[in-house]
């Protein structure tokens, strides 16, 4: 059984369209995570949410909408895609505040 | 400001030798440090954490060291395999649903 899946695994699309990427996990894990991997595989936290309550939200635009349905599920929107969005995007959960990461494969994004 | 940083982004070693990750961290405040392994194509997998009230802890074939006067933590793989060439992030985490990555290090094994 997967821990943390998120779909899709990859994602090609053009500029100004919207998109959406799920995420759940199945560990009754009570925090979710969006992560950013850029190119040079610098990983960035996005947003955290605890018991479907957003927690942290690292100056992120607004273009970026992530929705919490509850616990096990974590998904993130995005309006108007720009190039500049293109990376890889996980999603994460964890135990608390101070646990650590069980991180999903990943979802390749790619603007064009 | 806050920051997880690496010495060295690329290592290469031979096969069977023992490799060691640098990190330095610059958050006094951080209390709990997690290595994780990222293998190409894949999220980031743990490895081992230590917590801020320990010096040195071991789990298979891996060590973590801290040492919080200089605000450094290493990794120690001993007998390194081929199956260890990933890149590697340090993080550092001081509550408040937050943890914070290191610029990551590329191992390379060779065979």
């Known amino acids: 059984d997967t821990a943390v899946s998120q779909t899709p695994k990859y994602l090609v699309t053009q500029m100004g369209n919207d998109k959406s990427i799920k995420c759940e996990q199945n560990l009754g894990h009570d925090t979710m995570y969006w992560y950013k ?3 040079k595989k610098f990983l960035k936290i996005m ?3 605890n018991n479907k309550e957003l927690i942290i939200n690292e100056t992120v635009p607004n273009r970026f909408s992530p929705k919490s349905p509850d616990k096990a599920h974590l998904n993130l929107h995005i309006n108007s895609l720009e190039l500049g969005d293109s990376a890889v995007y996980f999603c994460a959960s964890s135990q608390g505040q101070r646990g650590r990461d ?3 494969q990943g979802t390749r ?3 064009v | 400001g806050e920051s997880v940083g690496l010495h060295l982004p690329t290592l290469s070693v031979q096969e069977g030798d023992n490799s060691i990750i640098n990190c330095a961290y610059s958050n006094s405040a951080s209390d709990y440090f997690i290595w994780y392994k ?3 194509g894949k999220g980031p997998q743990f490895i081992i954490d230590i917590r801020s009230n320990m010096d040195k802890r071991q789990g298979q074939r891996v060590t973590v ?3 919080k006067t200089v605000k450094h933590l290493s990794l120690q ?3 390194t395999q081929p199956g260890d060439s990933a ?3 340090c993080a550092e985490n001081t509550g408040g649903f937050k943890t914070i990555f290191g610029a990551g290090t590329r191992l390379f094994v060779k065979a």
Request: hydrophobic share 50%; net charge negative.
């Open chain 1, 37 to 39: 991997q850029d190119s």
């Open chain 1, 47 to 49: 947003f955290s949410y």
């Open chain 1, 102 to 104: 069980f991180f999903g």
């Open chain 1, 109 to 111: 994004l790619t603007v």
């Open chain 2, 38 to 40: 990222q293998e190409s």
């Open chain 2, 65 to 67: 060291l801290l040492n």
């Open chain 2, 77 to 79: 793989i001993a007998a």
């Open chain 2, 87 to 89: 890149v590697y992030f």
